[in-house]
């Protein structure tokens, strides 16, 4: 249904949204599922210039483990704290390696800045 006014196209379509949602959902599920792998794919290739079979290929390259703290890493669910993480240099985008999500939050949380870190360790040292 053609509108001019650009208004009235959008509250249709998101009555159509609205009422179609389960509908929609479903199908979005379906595609994604279908095609996830090669979804995942592009999207670390957008993000990091690698493909998923690189990034597999640097996970067996760590043994399944986080470079850090060498937890395992675990396939699914997001919240686990093995899932897996690429690490890069924000500044040159260069990949240092594979991270669980706990270590990449915490370089991050330090803003990848080394004399921050070994100050958080001359603390940790202090109080023990």
């Keep these: 249904m053609p509108y001019k006014d650009k208004n009235k196209r959008d509250e249709f379509h998101k009555g159509y ?3 179609n ?15 996830s792998r090669e979804i995942r794919s592009n999207i670390l290739k957008s ?9 597999e290929l640097m996970i067996k390259a760590q043994n399944n483990k986080c470079a850090i703290c060498g937890v395992i890493f675990s396939e699914g ?18 990949i240092r390696g594979i991270l669980c999500g706990n270590c990449n939050h915490g370089i991050g949380k330090f803003k990848e800045n080394k004399y921050i870190l070994e100050n958080a360790i001359d603390y940790l040292e202090r109080y023990k």
Excluded: F, S
């Design 47 to 55: 993000l990091y210039g690698i493909t998923l079979n690189e990034k």
């Design 21 to 35: 949602i389960v509908e929609i959902k479903a199908q979005k599920r379906k595609i994604y599922k279908k095609n």
């Design 77 to 94: 669910d997001k919240r686990k704290r093995g899932w897996c993480c690429v690490d890069h240099n924000h500044i040159t985008g260069a």
């Design 17 to 19: 949204y609205k009422k």
